[in-house]
């Protein structure tokens, strides 16, 4: 008969509550500066709560009110160099953090509210009022805050999407050979979502200095946590990943900030990530100024029990009880809170027709948990809003890190190219002979990873099999072992990471996603956090990082193998896109986007790697400007533009067809860095153009370029722009069909031919 061994996880799990005693021996500096942490926030989120009642915030607001304890207790023993983010509700988390590192050594909730909080109050509440004076100028809003020098790195809108930048932030912090730690908080609802969990896998694997600080208020949105989660003790999800665990009481902020202590020595001593889950309650529905009740998925019964357990009431009367304080001093406390905010909103808004002095008075913490609105409308001061004119500013960055860099003559346009700026000594020769592609991929890394200790390099594979799947990365994981990452099957998870490593600015993370298809499975970081973190922050937040990828058509790993991925990313603002054709390009591009401190795009092709073709001999320092592409062949009658593999096809087809072309190799293929002189030169002197690309119809990356170009130049066109591409199918594992499904030199002849036909009729 079979034998049953009950298992148990390796990691401990611990509910936490604290007893008198505890409060008893509570140090009062402590207990005094978790108070006013919490009656700050609380005063500040019913003034959001207020102001959106009066229709003044455009957008969510997402208050924190009832859940001030868990974000006191977590932040208020954290140092200036540890870090937190959050998620769409995270006002008292920025809050908290912000207060903490404004005073660090605690604020006296008998003391007066100083200038530094009263601007950080006031430059918070501009923020999510949309204002030029926030802390992000007005782009982020309620649910988009950051501060980094506080350490406050960023609340984010998509659930568990900050939860991977933390992750790099945290390998920042350890790599750098820091004691500090990061928080990532998120809800009860982004426990299930896989970004999430990767990260809590990746985080174990690399004992990452990490909290996940779990609020868990039982509903998403309106949805209750039962018809969620067969298990809704949430910090169970430590066990999986052998991650300590705390469970505690978020109304009680003393309990969480004794959790969190332990959690803390956990992390600084070096042992890897924890979970800490707070049981919090949010007293307001989801969005706005009312309660959840009052949208049918609460009790009123269920509300006034969690009202009782009110935080700031807990420590009032805590505090009372020892002789701390007087409830004339916690009426005070709120008094001047109330004042300072009042004083915030006068500074960003005005009052129309002044209300009775009476009406003034607002209770958005009523019995009833209704907003009551203030008398009297007031409207946003004109001059506070942001300029039109900031609206795109930020999207990349101005390249002034390209300063004083060496660029390097083209090996066949010497001449032309020795005036390029930034070679300081003129030295722009470099010795060439024929080299292999994928040998140059594997030769600059490694050298830039000799010269540059702050280049890191990760994907699946990149560690093992003599260089990952194609010898990209050969030899590095001997050479550097704590900078070249293997990572598991996760791309949310590290290609997150890598994002938060980038922002962090000490490490320039390059990424390889083994297949481009695979942006599909992480879209969320490379879209939404990477592409946009730097313009949704203000534009000040630099993001240095690449990401390398292959275009594996012909090959035979079908459809979800196969795409080009630039027609996607170019239509994605945020990406500078980079598709080396030679071995000579590819060293002075990746030079390039290393160097850069924008997101960065590079692409490669399968078909190119054992090509032979001129590349440097043994000098892998030089660069090649940003927005610069060549003209691989002159002539008079079209312009042909593409990039990768497609420009030997389309070589071979005017070879084959004897037209005279001017032959562009784009080799930048986003909108800010596309050489659009050198493409209006040639256009203005042939009058026709025949876009080249491989990948399919439907993912075009000339269809975006085609109607730039006729925007641009429409009157120097004698037709429409004419396109070579691939079939509308994704390439097939069948051979005959993948070839159908991808052009090549024969769907170039073709295109050729139609338009020196077109050229003919015209």
């Known amino acids: 008969m079979s034998e049953l061994c009950r298992l148990t996880p390796q990691s401990p799990w611990w509910e936490l509550t604290t007893t008198d005693q505890d409060w008893d021996e509570a140090d009062p500096q402590l207990l005094g500066t978790l108070l006013a942490h919490c009656a700050l926030i609380r005063g500040f989120e019913e003034t959001v709560l207020d102001l959106a009642a009066q229709g003044l915030v455009h957008g969510p607001a997402h208050s924190s009110i009832g859940q001030e304890g868990g974000a006191a207790g977590s932040i208020v023993g954290l140092k200036a160099s540890d870090g937190v983010n959050g998620s769409h509700r995270g006002h008292h988390q920025f809050l908290s953090k912000a207060l903490a590192y404004i005073h660090p050594h605690g604020i006296d909730p008998k003391a007066e509210i100083d200038a530094a909080v009263q601007s950080l109050l006031q430059k918070a509440l501009a923020e999510i009022l949309g204002l030029a004076q926030g802390y992000c100028r007005g782009r982020g809003g309620s649910m988009h805050l950051r501060w980094a020098e506080a350490g406050a790195l960023g609340t984010n809108a998509i659930v568990g999407g900050g939860v991977p930048m933390a992750a790099g932030q945290a390998w920042a912090y350890r790599h750098a050979g820091t004691d500090d730690v990061m928080i990532t908080y998120f809800g009860d609802g982004a426990v299930n979502i896989g970004s999430v969990l990767e990260t809590m896998n990746l985080a174990a694997a690399w004992k990452l200095p990490l909290c996940f600080f779990i609020e868990n208020n039982r509903y998403a949105v309106s949805t209750a946590i039962e018809d969620s989660t067969a298990e809704t003790r949430l910090s169970s999800r430590g066990s999986a990943f052998n991650i300590p665990s705390w469970k505690v009481d978020g109304m009680d902020p003393l309990a969480v900030h004794v959790a969190m202590q332990q959690a803390l020595a956990h992390m600084r001593s070096g042992q890897g990530p924890t979970i800490v889950e707070a049981d919090v309650y949010r007293f307001f529905h989801q969005n706005g100024p009312y309660a959840g009740s009052a949208f049918g998925y609460r009790t009123k019964e269920e509300e006034a029990a969690w009202r009782q357990r009110d935080p700031l009431s807990l420590l009032a009367r805590r505090m009372t009880a020892r002789g701390l304080l007087t409830e004339s001093d916690v009426q005070a406390l709120h008094d001047r809170v109330k004042a300072a905010m009042d004083d915030a909103v006068q500074a960003l808004t005005v009052l129309e027709g002044q209300a009775a002095r009476g009406d003034e008075a607002r209770n958005v913490s009523g019995a009833n948990g209704t907003a009551t609105r203030q008398a009297g409308k007031r409207q946003i001061r004109a001059e506070l809003w942001p300029s039109p004119d900031f609206r795109d500013v930020g999207i990349l960055g101005d390249l002034s890190e390209m300063q004083d860099v060496r660029y390097a003559a083209e090996p066949d346009m010497v001449e032309e190219a020795s005036g390029f700026p930034g070679s300081a000594d003129g030295s722009n020769h470099v010795a060439v002979s024929d080299r292999k592609f994928i040998d140059v991929v594997a030769d600059v890394m490694a050298r830039r990873m000799q010269q540059d200790a702050s280049v890191v390099v990760m994907g699946e594979d990149v560690h093992r099999l003599k260089g990952g799947t194609n010898g990209a990365t050969r030899g590095l994981s001997q050479l550097y072992p704590d900078r070249c990452l293997g990572t598991p099957i996760s791309e949310n998870a590290f290609v997150g990471l890598a994002g938060g490593m980038a922002l962090d600015g000490r490490y320039k993370p390059v990424v390889e996603f083994m297949y481009p298809d695979f942006m599909w499975v992480a879209a969320d970081q490379v879209f939404n956090q990477i592409g946009k973190v730097r313009h949704m922050f203000g534009g ?48 002075g591009l990746m030079n390039t986007a290393l160097r850069c401190k924008d997101p960065v795009l590079v692409i490669e092709h399968v078909d190119l790697y054992n090509a032979t073709a001129l590349g440097p001999v043994d000098d892998y320092d030089y660069c090649l400007p940003v927005g610069r592409a060549c003209v691989r062949r002159s002539g008079t009658e079209l312009t042909v533009i593409t990039y990768l593999s497609m420009v030997q096809h389309a070589a071979e087809a005017l070879d084959e067809t004897g037209i005279s072309a001017d032959l562009i190799d784009l080799r930048w293929l986003d909108r800010a860095s596309l050489d659009w002189e050198t493409v209006g030169e040639s256009i203005r002197k042939t009058n026709n153009v025949l876009i080249v690309e491989q990948g399919a119809r439907g993912t075009s990356y000339g269809a975006w370029l085609s109607d730039e170009i006729q925007r641009r130049f429409f009157d120097w066109l004698d037709q429409p722009v004419q396109r070579v591409t691939g079939g509308e199918a994704a390439p097939s594992i069948s051979k005959v069909l993948e070839r159908a499904a991808a052009a090549r030199t024969q769907e170039v002849i073709e295109g050729l031919r139609c338009v020196m036909q077109q050229k003919g009729a015209a």
């Open 540 to 587: 000040d937040s630099d993001v240095p990082l690449v990401l390398r990828t292959k275009v594996a058509m012909g090959t035979g790993y079908g459809s979800q193998h196969s795409m080009d991925p630039a027609g996607i990313f170019a239509t994605s603002p945020g990406w500078r896109i980079v598709a080396p054709s030679t071995p000579f390009d590819y060293v």
